[in-house]
C-alpha cells in the first residue's frame, strides 16, 4: 500500500534534485511498487542468477497517450521487456525502471502508472531490481517516459531466426492492428476505443506453457509483433534467413472494427504496432500441435495459422489474396504511423 502525498501534488524539478523530496518521490514509488521491487538503495543491484546463459534485453518507452483505456505506458514498458526476454526463449527474472518526468505531471497519475508496472510485473512472475528518476521542465517530455532493462535465464536452447526452414507455418498467437487503433482512436477522437483494446500483455506465461507441451525443435523461432506491425518481423525474417515467406490475405486475425479503423485512417493493419500478439515459425508437422497450445490459453484464444516459409531465388515477402495471386509486401522506409510502444 502507498504512503499518502504529504508533499506537492504534481512533480516538480526538486523531485530531481538528490535531496528530500527526491527521496520522498522514491519512497512512494517503492511502495507502490511493494514487494515486486528488490533493490536495496545500493548504487548497484546485486543479484543471483543461475550459471550458465543469460538474455538480456532494454528498451526505450514514449507513448502517445501515455494513459489509455486499458493500460498505461507502465504496462507497455514491463510487457514488452518481458516479451523480449519470452520470445528468444529465456525465462524473465529481473527488471530495471528508468523514469523521465516533466514537471507538472500530477503525482497521483505517475502513482498510477507504478501501479500498472507493479500489477503486470506480478503477472509476468518478474522483480524490479533498481531505477533512476530523472526530473525535466515541463514541454521536454509528454508527461512521463520510460527505460526498462531485463534479465532472463536460458533452461533450454534459445530460439533463433537462423533456425528456421523451408515449409515451416508461420502461426499469430491473435489479432494483429488492436494496439495501433486503440490508442489512434483516442488520439484522434475516433470513437472505437471501447470495442477495440490494446492487446498489451505479458506473453512468457503463454510462451512457457508452449515449449514445455511440445517436442524441441517443434517451434524453430518466435518474435513478438510491435513496432512496425506484422510486415516488419516477416522482412527481418526473410532478411536473415534467405527464404521467402508467403501469408494468405485471408487468413490474418483481424478484428472486424479495427478492418473498419484502419480503412478509415488509410493504414494497413499489417504494419500496425501490437504489445500482445507473437509471431511464431513452427515445423510443419507440429502445426496442429502448436496452435491447440496456443489456444488453451488465455491470451493465445485466436491463434491461427497464416503462411509458410518457402525457398525462392530472392528472399521475399508475399501476400498472396482469395484468387490465388501473390503481391510483394513491401518494407517501409520509414514511419507509416505515429510511434505507440
Do not use: W
Amino acid at each position: 500500500m502507498a504512503r499518502s502525498v504529504t508533499g506537492p501534488d504534481e512533480v516538480v524539478l526538486d523531485h530531481g534534485s538528490g535531496a528530500k523530496l527526491s527521496h520522498e518521490l522514491v519512497s512512494l514509488i517503492v511502495d507502490t511498487l511493494g514487494d515486486v521491487y528488490i533493490g536495496e538503495m545500493e548504487d548497484s543491484a546485486m543479484l543471483s542468477v543461475p550459471v550458465g546463459r543469460i538474455a538480456m534485453t532494454t528498451d526505450s518507452f514514449v507513448v502517445d497517450p501515455p494513459f489509455f483505456g486499458n493500460g498505461d505506458i507502465g504496462k507497455i514498458a514491463v510487457c514488452g521487456t518481458v516479451n523480449d526476454l519470452a520470445v528468444v526463449g529465456a525465462r524473465p527474472l529481473y527488471l530495471t525502471l528508468g523514469m523521465i518526468l516533466e514537471t507538472g505531471l500530477p503525482i497521483s497519475r505517475l502513482l498510477r502508472v507504478v501501479a500498472s508496472i507493479r500489477e503486470a510485473a506480478l503477472e509476468a512472475g518478474v522483480q524490479i531490481v533498481c531505477g533512476d528518476t530523472k526530473v525535466v521542465r515541463k514541454g521536454e517530455v509528454d508527461q512521463i517516459y520510460l527505460n526498462t532493462a531485463g534479465i532472463g535465464v536460458f533452461e533450454r536452447e534459445p530460439l533463433r531466426m537462423r533456425d528456421v526452414r523451408p515449409g515451416d507455418r508461420v502461426i499469430l498467437s491473435g489479432s494483429i492492428g488492436n494496439h495501433t487503433v486503440h490508442l489512434l482512436s483516442i488520439r484522434e477522437g475516433l470513437g472505437f476505443e471501447q470495442r477495440v483494446l490494446s492487446d498489451c500483455a505479458p506473453l512468457n506465461g503463454l510462451l512457457e506453457e508452449l515449449l514445455a507441451a511440445t517436442a524441441a525443435g517443434a517451434v524453430r523461432s518466435v518474435r513478438d509483433v510491435t513496432r512496425g506491425g506484422l510486415a516488419a518481423v516477416l522482412h527481418e525474417y526473410a532478411q536473415a534467413s534467405g527464404l521467402t515467406i508467403r501469408v494468405e490475405q485471408d487468413r490474418l486475425p483481424i478484428q472486424f472494427e479495427t478492418v473498419m479503423a484502419t480503412d478509415m485512417l488509410g493504414i494497413n493493419a499489417i504494419h500496425a504496432a501490437n504489445e500482445g500478439c507473437l509471431c511464431l515459425f513452427v515445423a510443419p508437422e507440429a502445426e496442429q500441435e502448436v496452435l491447440a497450445a496456443l489456444r488453451s490459453h488465455r491470451y493465445g484464444g485466436d491463434a491461427v495459422a497464416i503462411g509458410e516459409v518457402t525457398e525462392t531465388a530472392e528472399p521475399v515477402v508475399l501476400m498472396r489474396d482469395g484468387d490465388g495471386r501473390d503481391s510483394v509486401i513491401e518494407e517501409l522506409q520509414g514511419s507509416e504511423l505515429p510511434r505507440l510502444c
